[in-house]
Nanobody
Framework: QVQLVESGGGLVQAGGSLILSCAAS????????MGWCRQTPGKERAGVTA????????YYADSVKGRFTISRDNAKNTVYLQMNSLKPEDTAVYYC???????????????????WGQGTQVTVSS
């Protein structure tokens, strides 16, 4: 079955950096779009960034543009999220997600993904 396993979350001071990783198995990784979403208590899960199967195109939410970078290594079945200049408002549980069905465009929101990881907590202190 499909498994997405995130790692790399933790506590960081504002202005700091973190790298999240998501190792995928049970799917043809090089053929699927991947993304990251995040959720804070009491709020709906929201799309943060996404990347096409070939890494030719990416999407970023306005709130993270210029600070976050998504990348993938299809040889390692892994997608990464480099987070720089972190702000307290970036505090959330971050989820890795996979879109395995054809979509025709990058998944922009949680409803457009098919599989999810268990999430990893990122806490940014002020």
């Amino acid at each position: 079955q499909v498994q997405l396993v995130e790692s790399g979350g933790g506590l960081v001071q504002a202005g700091g950096s973190l790298i999240l990783s998501c190792a995928a198995s049970g799917l043809t990784f090089s053929s699927v779009a991947m993304g990251w979403c995040r959720q804070t208590p009491g709020k709906e899960r929201a799309g943060v960034t996404a990347i096409t199967a070939s890494a030719s195109r990416t999407y970023y939410a306005d709130s993270v543009k210029g600070r976050f970078t998504i990348s993938r290594d299809n040889a390692k079945n892994t997608v990464y999220l480099q987070m720089n200049s972190l702000k307290p408002e970036d505090t959330a549980v971050y989820y890795c997600a996979a879109r395995t069905r054809p979509l025709g465009f990058l998944p922009l929101g949680p409803n457009q993904y098919d599989y999810w990881g268990q999430g990893t907590q990122v806490t940014v202190s002020s």
